[in-house]
């Protein structure tokens, strides 16, 4: 029953009864008072039907909508198999509050007078439906499958506009710059390097155990001629498959991240000058020697100065974006059905 057809039959009650009663009577004051109850109860009751996923201010979102949403969104994040129950109830909670936003954000964006930008809703639609356009009955359906992507673009479009127009701040000042540069040095330090000499005897992943044996006592072979003395340079240019040999082994200046971790381990143990053991890594067998260290060091503000402003900038963005999506939130009313949160299931969606 809508709200207009329960104003139209209480009024109607309301002049039955005041006819039987010219005068004000508590017998009819008690029944008008049952009658509004009664009328108030069936509207809150009708606030969320079964077919309705949530009520967000006064805009009701339909189950369908969660339903499809939680379905695709479950393929798209658990595509690589089994989905514990847990993991699904979490994934419930995620889809609902995301719809949520996503509903704040639009209403939000009305009331800013924003729109869809045709423009780049049609750039959008033209990549979104590519997959479909060499099929022989595109032009047959193209109306159908246009219609069925464009509201989603439209709504993605529509919130990513009100995001830009969020997270314009204002112009930042040259000491506001600074001092960010000041609070967060690491940001702007470049990182303690290792200058790395190697020899590499390469065995393919996949060989016997034989052929790493071998390698391995290659290696132990070169790592003992080394500390007699022999040149690094020159048995890296006869052995090394790393594609620094025709350097005599020099892989120049490195930092953390760029090795693999067994070999950035063995880096992190040594002395300068040293001559590592054998160590076994994805490419094979590898001897290093550590030729020399470059201590971390903070850049310059006038050297990093765009960079810190950029930093800054996305951060005060970031920032004003979370506090818009949690105001929004904090000032709604919403009201969520969770008989159909639960009854998200990952299996075909039932028929209606």
Request: proline fraction near 4%.
């Amino acid at each position: 029953m809508n709200h207009s057809r329960q104003h139209f039959l209480l009024s109607k009650i309301l002049r039955a009864v005041s006819s039987l009663h010219r005068e004000p009577n508590p017998v009819v004051l008690l029944i008008c008072f049952v009658v509004m109850f009664l009328t108030t109860m069936v509207k809150a009751s009708e606030g969320l039907s079964d077919g309705d996923f949530a009520l967000v201010n006064d805009e009701v979102i339909p189950a369908r909508q969660y339903l499809d949403a939680f379905r695709e969104g479950v393929r798209e994040t658990f595509y690589h198999g089994k989905v514990t129950e847990k993991e699904l109830d979490n994934f419930r909670d995620t889809v609902a509050q995301k719809l949520v936003d996503e509903t704040l954000l639009v209403q939000q964006a009305k009331k800013l007078g924003i729109k869809p930008d045709p423009d780049q809703v049609a750039k959008e639609i033209e990549k979104d439906t590519a997959r479909y356009r060499k099929q022989q009955n595109w032009e047959k359906g193209k109306d159908a499958i246009i219609a069925s992507v464009r509201p989603k673009i439209e709504i993605n479009n529509t919130i990513e506009q009100l995001k830009q127009r969020t997270q314009n701040v204002a112009e930042l000042s040259v000491a506001e710059i600074r001092k960010y540069y000041e609070q967060h040095a690491d940001q702007f330090t470049a990182p303690e390097k290792w200058n790395v000499s190697i020899i590499l005897l390469k065995v393919e992943p996949s060989s016997p155990s034989t052929a790493w044996q071998e390698a391995s006592e290659l290696a132990e072979d070169l790592v003992r001629r080394l500390r007699d003395g022999e040149n690094f340079e020159e048995l890296a240019r006869i052995h090394s498959g790393d594609e620094s040999a025709v350097e005599g082994g020099n892989m120049g200046y490195i930092h953390t991240g760029m090795l693999s971790r067994p070999a950035q381990d063995v880096l992190n143990t040594m002395e300068l000058g040293q001559i590592s053991e054998p160590v076994m890594i994805l490419q094979g067998v590898a001897i290093f020697r550590l030729n020399g260290i470059q201590g971390s060091k903070l850049n310059e503000f006038d050297n990093v100065k765009d960079r810190a402003k950029e930093l800054l900038q996305r951060k005060l963005g970031d920032e004003a974006w979370e506090n818009l999506i949690t105001t929004l939130r904090k000032n709604a009313k919403i009201e969520i059905n969770d008989k159909v949160v639960k009854s998200a299931t990952t299996g075909p969606r039932p028929q209606t």
